[in-house]
């Protein structure tokens, strides 16, 4: 015999663009809405607790101005997390005990930037040596990770 376990959830009152999970986070990338949700692009984490529920309050936000934060990719075995936001991806680290994070590097990820053209996927590979992007115009990047961490770009 199973036991089931019922859904867990909460809710925002704002759209959810991408979310990932890291460690007992969940990193959320939300916001805009227009006129029927009004507020702010931002990633967020909620903490997850026990029986698999999430924290009431917010650990963390980081606000944006224009930029729509729309990927969330994560490298689980540092604790850093990154963001695709029109022309650059931000990288992140993650405080297991407080989950708040602090931004390490910002990555430009085109020359030239275009409102037309801009960076929708960000992605570490599974072993954490490297990190590729893309954008609408087709350009796929790639680079040694460490590199970047070290040298934001």
Do not use: W
């Not at 009004?38 to 990633?43: A, E, F, T």
């Not at 984490?45 to 980081?62: G, P, R, V």
């Not at 993650?94 to 037309?116: H, P, Q, W, Y």
């Amino acid at each position: 015999m199973s036991s089931k376990i019922g859904p867990r959830f909460k809710y925002l009152e704002q759209p959810i663009f991408c979310l990932c999970i890291l460690k007992d986070y969940v990193l959320i990338a939300s916001g805009g809405g227009g006129k029927k949700f009004g507020v702010r692009n931002k990633i967020v984490s909620y903490k997850i607790i026990k029986n698999n529920q999430f924290s009431e309050e917010m650990c963390h936000s980081a606000e944006f101005e224009n930029e729509i934060p729309v990927f969330i990719s994560c490298l689980e075995n540092e604790n850093i997390f990154s963001t695709c936001l029109d022309n650059i991806t931000i990288f992140y680290k993650l405080d297991l005990s407080t989950g708040i994070f602090e931004e390490m590097v910002r990555l430009k990820v085109m020359n030239n930037f275009c409102a037309d053209i801009y960076q929708t996927v960000c992605r570490f590979d599974i072993k954490g040596v490297y990190f590729a992007s893309g954008s609408t115009d087709g350009i796929l990047k790639y680079n040694i990770k460490n590199k970047i961490l070290e040298s934001g770009n």
